[in-house]
């Protein structure tokens, strides 16, 4: 077969995925892009290529807040996840006998397979007013009121942590079980301790790991909508729950679209920090 | 720097496997010993045991005249060269090697100086400030060699050191893994499934098979004479000749040979291919077909069929200088002292 | 301190399983509220709920749309892997990327992009527009999947079939379908694991006929019901089942 119509067969295959990719996800992203240039005057919309949308950000103190809130709410969410499930991860990689391995590591992620909608809600029994832990407490006698733990930052927090933490034993399991225990074997033979193992060997061979999983954290806790809607309520609002404010309430696709550019960029920049280590082919 | 190695009775199973059954051994200080054998004879685990990564199911570990047994392997005077090498790839090569006495709480100064002296060693001292992956396979044995040596152990264990490495490169390492040896004067303890490599680097060859030492020696003692058919088998190619005894002679079909043993016993009798030549002698092939014929450089390998025993082919290697062809029909002989034999078991 | 990873791994099962157990537990309540006392068990809330025609019709609409999508995202894959790994095109690196990239944004995103050109192209929305955006989101898993799994093993099988004389088409029929099989469905189990709870871009590209998470999303409104306890039980199931089959394929691939 010649070069030419080897190609083409080539083409052929990939034609169909490349242009379903094109059309529902390329274009969409463009259009979005034209969309967050364009303004609302009245209920008509006026394209063009305003950046009135992107001055609205600095100028509305609520844009900029929930700016601000995602990135705090993902940055706390990212290092408390990646600090409890290292340990998670570790201890089911070395800990665990061999044979249970995989069974205790399918039990530590099953609960990652239900939708936020549905994981949400149940943080929601446990956390809400009359709901387990308030009336443990009490049952308990530790507290005489039930805590507010519901509609509060803390519950967004803790239904995120409880997701992530799964995710990142997933990534920094597959990444401790290939390395060699041949690794450890020898720092030890050569007079480390089990941290100095650790702390000179493990943590660095599991350095881009680690990022990889932090980085995919972030990107879908930024992004996330239901957890903050369902557990943080309305008390502070985050990028995608403004989003959803403008779409609904509004119809400001043109003030949406800003936004979610500006969460694309805020990615960007995660991603652009952490490329060094990251191995995103690797997982 | 060296020490003895003393292995009493050591037996260790892994579940129902038995990996190590009844195992003694003594080892003297500044010894090179290779633990040779098929693999799953236990030849790994039994270093293993002696780095202090497994513990023994019995027995004890004497090193130096002290108990090992149950000492975890930071605290033994043991070093192991791993067979991947397990190189820590995000560390440079001084700090590869100087790993072992930043453990040890040592200076900067005084660890990058070793460090260098180690490398120097293994001829890698210009090369401190790389990364494991740029070196070669060759090269990244030769640091972990230098990671293993430089925390002055008295007992170096390695565990199939030149397996991943190529044949050519492989026999000149075993050179010069026996002339570091020398220098530094620590006792090696070295695994390997290669006869080749251990006759070449050994003063003394443990031969192992299904958790037991068949046969221990220098290498010309057990090639020459093994303790056991195994032995003489898996240190090089052997001619099998099936007899039996009767009146002190074990009968063969190219002649009878004295040997002791119960009347009416069946025995193998053996002969390496380069004992047989054309010269007479008392263990005789008579006429035989030469079936086919190969040129290897430093000998001729003959396969032979003796009319004196139609369908049993022997081997023999012949002086690269003996002009013989397919077809040809020849006689060689053997003499007694190149001769072994072992009882078959019934 | 030898207990201490014992207690950890106890206390991070607790932390993981308190809410699916509160979920599971209360959906078999008696009364109104699923908060503990737990009274009960009864199966009351899940006759209600089977009962009751919109959840079960959201359901249904749920399998359809996650079936259909994980479907036409394993083709689409497939073939773009097989393009990708057995011909030899020019930006075949850039190609990968593209594909891929959809991974890396946020479904709101991805939805909102959707719904503001099915808006400007005046379609309407339906679950046949959720259905091309979940097929935009699992397209580029399935790719990677498929693609990561065609090794050189396979491609000197295909060598061989090709060498005996079959053509392109009983090629992949006949040699690279049968062998990529365990790598091809667990692309699909995958997908529909993540398609059929999927939330926000069901919510934003659905109308009249919704997915089961965009139903209970509206019964949320109300707050805690057994009701609910009970649906969001059978979406774990579903998915926890996925997963299970998923798990049973991996495996079997890595013991072939």
Redesign the interface.
Known sequence: MSRSAEQRRGWGFVAPALLWTLAFFVLPFAVMGAMSLATLEGRTLVWGLSLANYAELAEKAYLWRAIMVSLEITVTVTVVSVVLAYPLAWIIAFRVPARWQRLALLLAILPFWTSYVVRSYAWLLVLAREGVVNQTLMTLGLISEPVTLANTRFATVTGFVHFFVMLLTLTIYANLIQLSPNYRRAAMDLGASAFQTFRHVILPLTLPGIVTGAFLTFVLCIGDYVTPQILGGNTELTVPQVIMVQLGRRADFPLASALAIVLMAIVTVVYLLSARWLKLDRL | MTATVSINALSHWFGDFQALSDVSLNIDAGEYVTLLGPSGCGKTTLLSVL???IAPTRGDVIIGGRDMTRV???QRP???M?????L???MSLRDNVG??L???GRKRKERHRRAGEMLELVGLGDAQTARPHELSGGQRQRVALA??LA?RPDVLLLDEPLGALDLKLRRAMQDELKDIQRQVGTTFVHVTHDQEEAMAIADRIVVMNAGRIEDEGTPARIYRAPASLFSADFMGEMNHIPARLSGGQALTPFGDIPADGPEGSRVVVCVRPEALSTTDGPLSTGPSILRDVAFFGTHIRVHLEPEAAPGRILTAHLPPDTKVSQGDTLSLSADLAAVIMFPVEE | MRLVPWLYLGAAFVFIYLPVAALVLFSFQESNLPVPPFQGPSLRWYADILGDDDVMQALAHSLMVAAGSSAVACVLGFFAAYGLARHVLPGSAFLRGLLIAPLTVSYLIVGLGLLIVIQRAGLGLSLMTAGVGHVVINLPLCFAIIYASMGAQQQNAERAARDLGADEFRVITLVTVPMLAPAIAAAFFLSVTLSWDEFIISFLLTRFDVTLPVEIWSMLRSGLSPRLNAIGSIVFLVSVTAVLILEILVFRKRRP
């Open positions: 780095g202090g990564f975890p392997p930071a043991t070093t192991t791993f067979q991947d090498y397990a820590f790839p995000h790993f072992g930043r453990m040890a990671r293993a925390v």
